[in-house]
């Protein structure tokens, strides 16, 4: 192949500044999303088979509690807040394919094996803060509701504008996963997803519902807020 | 000009880079913008005097965090898979021999900045690359693998906690991917620069692999943006005023060229006499 040096430089010239042009800002050419899907499916593949139930978060020597400074998400307009004068009393449903479903008040949620643990928060943009959570281990619940060997997602569902986020069962049953009702000492306050919300350091802070409702054990995966808005559903740690 | 400069596997490889390079950097710098500092929530961090700036959005990739991540998390594998592709063809070919440090390589360092600095008449004969080069292509692929270890480092902080920690925990891994990044983005830039400022032939032999010896900037003198002409047309303007003693000497097989350009500027010249001569009679 013969191309002059004029030639050359004119086509590598043009090819660069569009491709330049093209990326600026810009989310890419839509035909690479079918292979950016790909990835996903395929870096999943990787994100469980890493996964161990041994493995443990431990926030670095010397770290502070975030306290105040833990920023708070929600979708709804304003703060969410479990209103009882219209909706009765708060109760965690937990169902699915379960031998005995259950409907568990804060009262009954106390009463549970409790654990305590200090650990980061990984959030998806790329900040961590330590927190302490109170709760009570998903694994726990799972066990008292009965699951059975179909249950392989969970789905954690809560009162947030329909906010949901589905797991696979291996980092819910993880140690470190619960459903965690103190923060830093105290009773969860609404900021931070009051009555109860899921904690795991093992998942992304979007992965994490607050304000739950309900948790489902699944034979199938059902998607979630964020990672049906384009974040990986996996969203490991 | 029968033997190529580049193997097409170091071009393959090199260009593949180039892209997937610009893709991680730049989606990199999206994903950096959602949080565009290193401190912990309610800590400070030492080392980054412009926590809270973001990087202006036409440096990034993306769209969106989601959309920067994804990016991210794909085309890492070419990255790598491209890197190793390369490494281990330059080990087991033997082309690595041309991209490590040479004994005296801080004097031939200093010889190269002198002549930049024009604190040296003659261009260091170094061979294929110069001493600055050999640093610069020894460095990066070692800077890669500092980018590719804190990457998953900060991908995978729980499951490989050990990782992380060895690089001081999530928020210093996250600290040294930005380093990396930042390094990878000034040599890359700096190299760039130098292909057009003082070897755009070079292009040529990363596409196709053909290179004319006697353009290298070893046989053209050249400095940034100075003797950028190839040497026959210098050779045909330093020849008219001094009996091309320096050009010559730099290039013993330049005969071939010589001669036609001889004979170009001969008729050049040749035209203007016969016109004054016409003119006189």
Redesign the interface.
Known sequence: ?T?D?RG??SI?GSAISSALLA??????PRS?ER??R???R??EVV?RA???HS????P?AG?????????SYFISKTVPVWDESKRGRWALEVGGVVKTPLRLTLEDLLKLPRTTERV???????????EQWTGVRVSVLARLAGIDRRARFVDFESFDDGYHESWDIESAMHRQTVVAYGLDGQMLGPAHGAPARVYS??KLGYKNTKYLTRLMFLPNRTGGY?SD????WYG?? | MARVRHHWIVRLTHWVNAVALTIMVGSGLRIFNAYPAFARRGETFCCYPFEGTRIPAFLTFGGWLGGARNWHFAMMWLLVANGLLYLGFVYLHGEWRDLVPRRGFLRDSGDMLKFYLFAKHEHPRHGKHNALQRGTYFILPWVGVLSVISGIAIWKPVQLAPLTDAMGGFVWARYWHFVAMMLLVVLSVVHVFMVFAVDPYSLRSMVTGGYNEKNSPEARNARPFYHLLPNRFRQKREGQSQANASGSALIPDDSRDAAPAASLSGDSQAAPESRIQKSEK
Do not use: Q
Not at chain 1, 120 to 130: K, L, R
Not at chain 1, 229 to 232: C, K, L, N, V
């Open positions: 192949m191309i040096r050359f430089l590598s990326s600026c800002d810009s989310r890419g690479a292979l950016l790909y990835a996903e395929k870096n994100e890493l996964l161990r493995s443990m978060d431990a670095a770290a502070r509690l975030a306290g105040n400074a833990l920023p980061n928060h990984y959030c998806v943009e790329g900040w961590t803060a330590v350091p093992t964020w808005a384009g974040y990986e490991g740690v």
